[in-house]
């Protein structure tokens, strides 16, 4: 319940972290920046992917394509 709470809201902060400074494609680098459970980022990332707001062309390497 609280994953789907919070869900788009945290879908909005992980999309915001890529555009930090010092950005890592780490799960775990989002995690601690944005102060929320790992697998809070990781459903984030998999509904960003879902919906093709996301996308991981390379290892290392995501882009915003939408949002």
Do not use: C, D, K, Y
Not at 12 to 17: D, I, M, T
């Amino acid at each position: 319940v609280l994953m789907s709470r919070h869900g788009w809201h945290w879908s909005a902060a992980v999309l915001a972290s890529l555009r930090r400074a010092g950005f890592q494609t780490s799960s775990r680098w989002i995690a601690i920046h944005l102060g929320i459970p790992i697998v809070a980022v990781n459903v984030a990332l998999q509904r960003l992917l879902r919906t093709g707001m996301l996308a991981m062309p390379s290892r290392g390497r995501w882009e915003v394509l939408r949002g």
